[in-house]
């Protein structure tokens, strides 16, 4: 029998590395854990880019450096959770790393103090269907789920809980949670948030979410339409503002109409498949098209009524899928939005 034995107190921690592969066209996140002495700062770590779509085998070291750490909640004690970027061993940022592209946008931009809050859709799966969804057949028509309560509503808020108290404890920015339209189907969101902040604890808080579902032999995705047909898709409406916008009603219209003059190089870094989603349907409007309306759902970006009757706030671009990288859509918004107001001298 294999026997741990104590020798004294603990002198090290867990640092769990955890970055984002190069799958396509829907990255995935990967991890490792490395034991560190008490005390000691978080290293840079090489990994095998071979397995992880990101180098050839004759060519396989990847660098791991970490830019965001936060406290394990699953292990507990000093342990850490570690974000990190992914570099070639030359020093520079591997092309798959998304968040290196956002950094320069972001500094650039400073001065606007862009705010971000991302409300993360995603589904739980068990046995090849979504949890709730019967061996057979389907559900009761989407309706009574969204935000509801029961046994015969609900699905999966024992995980649901366990992903909210762990971002938590994490320090986490995460502003609430909801169940969402179809079985199996919740939300989660983020912020709110800087450009870089909202995108490292959105990956970590995905991270967690994974994490947790395993332990219950439960699956999440992404998927924008996880089920064809008369069911909702999975998106992460993305509310943003800047000093400008929180402050007067003309930079809201200005960044709305920065968004329609890219609409179409928006919405092809909004996430994976997105076509499937944004039909004009269940509460999108069609990927091919932009709108902008107040209080509207069926929008491309959705002025809240509250926002209008203040003259001042935020907006909510509906069209990024629940797949997004997150640090690319900062990217996007950021540099479009803060590049129209600065033109217009509304900053």
């Known amino acids: 029998m294999l026997r741990y034995v104590s020798k004294g107190p603990t002198l090290s921690y867990k640092a769990e590395y955890i970055w984002i592969d190069g799958t396509e066209p829907t990255a995935r996140l990967r991890s490792k854990t490395r034991i560190l002495a008490d005390g000691a700062e978080l290293p840079d770590w090489s990994f095998d880019g071979s397995s992880t779509n990101q180098a050839p085998g004759d060519r396989s070291d990847c660098v791991l450096k970490p830019v965001f750490s936060c406290p394990d909640p699953i292990r507990g004690g000093d342990n850490r959770l570690v974000l990190c970027e992914v570099f070639l061993v030359d020093g520079t940022p591997h092309e798959t790393n998304m968040r290196a592209t956002l950094r320069p946008v972001a500094e650039q931009y400073e001065a606007q103090d862009s705010w971000y809050g991302i409300e ?33 509503e609900v699905f999966g808020r024992d995980i649901v809980e366990a992903h909210m108290d762990a971002c938590l404890a994490a320090g986490l920015k995460l502003s609430g949670i909801n169940a969402e339209v179809m ?13 870089l902040e909202v995108g490292d604890h959105m990956w970590v808080a995905r991270w967690l979410l994974y994490r947790i579902a395993e332990d219950h032999d439960v699956s999440a995705t992404l ?58 349907m269940h ?38 899928n629940a797949n ?11 540099g479009t939005c803060c590049a129209a107001l600065e033109k217009a001298g509304q900053v």
């Not at 079985?183 to 450009?195: D, L, N």
């Not at 509460?283 to 759902?297: H, I, K, L």
């Open 120 to 152: 993360q859709e995603y589904t739980f799966f068990k046995d090849g269907r979504p949890l709730g969804f019967p061996e057979r057949g389907y559900p009761a028509p989407q309706g009574f789920y969204y935000c509801g309560v029961g046994a015969d």
């Open 183 to 195: 079985p199996g189907q919740w939300e989660f969101q983020i912020g709110p948030a800087g450009p």
């Open 223 to 280: 998927d924008p339409k996880p089920v064809e047909g008369d069911w909702n898709g999975a998106g992460a409406h993305t509310n943003f503002s800047t000093k400008a916008m929180r402050e007067g009603y003309d930079a809201i219209i200005t960044a709305c109409e920065a968004l329609a003059e890219k609409a179409q190089e928006h919405v092809a870094g909004y996430g994976a498949d997105i076509e499937r989603r944004l039909t004009g």
């Open 283 to 320: 509460e999108t409007a069609p990927w091919s098209e932009f709108s902008y309306g107040v209080s509207d759902r069926g929008a491309s970006v959705r002025i809240p009524w509250q926002v209008e009757v203040d003259k001042q706030g935020y907006i909510e671009d509906r069209r990024p």
């Open 324 to 334: 997004i990288d997150p640090y690319v859509v900062a990217r996007l918004i950021t």
